[in-house]
C-alpha cells in the first residue's frame, strides 16, 4: 500500500514537472497600455486671436497718484476691515503657497503685502484669493478680489476691460525645454513640436505668430510643467519669471533664447476704480524708493533670472 502510494506521488510529481516544461517561457509582467494622464481642461487646439493687435493706447501710462488719499482708496475697498488680492498659489517664485507655513510667498506676494500695509497699516487683514490667468479680469469686475497682483502683462485689450497700476515689474517671454532637447531658441521649433502656456495669456498669440509650433493651453502654468516631464509636450512658454521658477523644481530642465516679447506687469482694479489705481501708484513709488522692491527682487528672482533688478520708471496718462 506504502508502495502505491509512492508510485502515484512519483506519478504526479512527473505530471508536474511535464507541465512546467510544455509552458511558455516567462514574458514577465502583462503589458498593458496606460494611457497618458492629461490635466482637465488642456486644449491641443486653442483659439488663436487674428483680430489686429490694439495699439490705440500706450499700456504702461497709468494715473498720476496726484493728491489722491489714503481714505479714498479705502473707500474703494468691497470692505473696509480687510483687502481681497487675487494672486497665483503655483507660480515658483512669483506667487505660490509655502509648504512649511502654508502661506502664499513670492514677489508678486511681497509687493502686495507692501500696498496692502500702505492701505490698511501694518496689521492690514489680507485675503488671498488664488486664481488662474483666465479668471484675472473676471475676478476683479464682479468684486471678486479688490485688486489682482498675478504676472498680468499689461496691453490695450485689457486696459478695455480693467485698470491697471503703473508698471512693477518688466518680463520677456522665452522658452523652457529639458535639457538635452537640442532647442536653444524660438528658431528651433518647428512645426512638430508641442509649446504649452497657459489659457488666457499673452503667449498663445505670440508663440502662434512667432513660430511654426503648435500651442497647446492648460488653465494653469503648474499643468505645463507636469505635460513638459512626462514628454507630452516639447516645451513651455511664458515670462522669463515664470519659466524661472519651473526650472528652479527641475534640474534637468533649462530657460532657452532671448526674450522674444515684452510682458510689462501691472495690477489690475475694477474699471472705474481709478482712485485705488492712483492711491496704488503712490504706494508703488514708495515701494521703489525706500528699497521694498529692490529687496523683494534681490530675494526671489536675481538668482534665477542672473541679471540685476532695475525697478521700472512708471509712467502716467495725466
Known amino acids: 500500500m506504502i508502495r502505491h502510494h509512492l508510485r502515484l506521488a512519483a506519478a504526479a510529481a512527473a505530471c508536474l514537472v511535464l507541465a512546467a516544461c510544455s509552458q511558455p517561457a516567462d514574458m514577465g509582467p502583462p503589458q498593458v497600455d496606460v494611457p497618458t494622464p492629461l490635466p482637465s481642461g488642456i486644449d491641443f487646439s486653442p483659439e488663436i486671436e487674428t483680430k489686429p493687435v ?3 493706447c500706450t499700456p504702461l501710462a497709468s494715473y498720476n497718484p496726484g493728491t489722491t488719499t489714503v481714505e479714498q482708496a479705502v473707500a474703494d475697498l468691497d470692505n473696509q476691515d480687510q483687502i481681497t488680492i487675487g494672486v497665483s498659489q503655483s507660480t515658483n517664485l512669483m506667487g505660490y503657497i509655502e509648504p512649511e507655513t502654508n502661506t502664499p510667498a513670492g514677489f508678486d506676494i511681497d509687493i502686495a503685502t507692501a500696498i496692502a500695509h500702505s492701505i490698511l497699516g501694518p496689521d492690514a487683514t489680507i485675503r488671498w484669493v488664488p486664481m488662474t490667468s483666465g479668471e484675472r479680469e473676471e475676478a476683479v469686475n464682479t468684486d471678486r478680489v479688490d485688486m489682482v497682483v498675478r504676472t498680468m502683462t499689461m496691453n490695450c485689450d485689457r486696459w478695455a476691460n480693467v485698470e491697471f497700476s503703473a508698471e512693477y515689474f518688466h518680463a520677456g517671454q522665452r522658452l523652457l525645454v529639458p535639457t538635452a532637447s ?13 509649446v504649452c502656456t497657459g489659457a488666457g495669456s499673452t503667449s498663445v498669440r505670440t508663440i502662434a505668430e512667432q513660430s511654426a509650433a503648435q500651442a497647446v493651453t492648460v488653465p494653469d502654468f503648474n499643468d505645463c510643467l507636469v505635460l513638459l516631464q ?34 510689462p506687469y501691472g495690477i489690475a482694479f475694477q474699471k472705474g476704480n481709478t482712485d485705488l489705481a492712483r492711491y496704488v501708484n503712490g504706494a508703488l513709488a514708495q515701494i521703489i524708493a525706500n528699497g521694498t522692491w529692490q529687496t523683494a527682487y534681490n530675494k526671489w528672482l536675481e538668482g534665477p533670472l542672473g541679471v540685476p533688478g532695475v525697478p521700472p520708471t512708471p509712467q502716467y496718462r495725466d
Do not use: N, R, Y
Not at 531658441?185 to 508641442?194: E, N, Q, S, V
Not at 511664458?238 to 534637468?252: E, K, Y
Open 182 to 194: 537640442g532647442i536653444t531658441g524660438l528658431a528651433d521649433l518647428a512645426d512638430d513640436h508641442l
Open 230 to 263: 512626462q514628454g507630452t509636450v516639447d516645451a513651455i512658454t511664458s515670462d522669463d519669471t515664470i519659466l524661472a521658477g519651473m526650472a528652479a523644481q527641475d534640474p534637468t530642465l533649462e530657460v532657452v533664447g532671448d526674450a522674444f516679447s515684452q510682458e
Open 54 to 56: 490694439d495699439d490705440s
